[in-house]
């Protein structure tokens, strides 16, 4: 997926990946290991569309993030920093209703739609 012309500017994309930081236990973002063996039921754009989730909610400290169908697409550009908080998943509005209506039925994560508001997410929790 392309980034939006107006942000060129701002950010030149390099044509690799420019690899991973050398100390990993200061480069990461909390994931939870309940997903290992599920990985399988999972298609490649719901594994991105819930990779995205968890980047935006517990990666955050959060339990609930509104989550725009052009942030996961094309990602988040903080005006203010001047930076890209990350670049989305890059896939298509159709990819990504089907990966959320799929996660939702395979009781991955919880969605709540607000008329005229951006949806709710959040991870399925187990009750305890």
């Keep these: 997926m392309d980034i939006?012309?107006?942000?060129?500017?701002?950010?030149p994309e390099p044509k690799t990946f420019q690899g991973f930081p050398p100390e990993p236990a200061n480069n990461y973002w909390r994931y939870p290991r309940c997903i290992n063996?599920?990985?399988a039921?999972?298609?490649?754009?719901?594994q991105k569309v819930l990779d995205y989730i968890v980047r935006h909610?517990?990666?955050y400290n959060k339990e609930t993030d509104q989550i725009?169908?052009?942030q996961f697409s094309k990602g988040i550009y903080s005006k203010r920093k001047k930076e890209w908080i990350d670049?989305?998943?890059g896939l298509e509005t159709q990819a990504?209703?089907?990966?959320?209506k799929g996660l939702e039925k395979k009781g991955f994560i919880v969605v709540k739609k607000r008329a005229g508001k951006t949806t709710i997410y959040r991870l399925k929790t187990t009750s305890l």
């Design 96 to 100: 990504i209703s089907g990966a959320i």
């Design 57 to 59: 909610t517990w990666g």
């Design 87 to 89: 670049k989305g998943i």
């Design 37 to 39: 063996g599920w990985w």
């Design 41 to 46: 039921s999972l298609s490649g754009s719901e």
């Design 68 to 70: 725009s169908f052009s």
């Design 4 to 11: 939006p012309k107006k942000y060129n500017k701002y950010l």
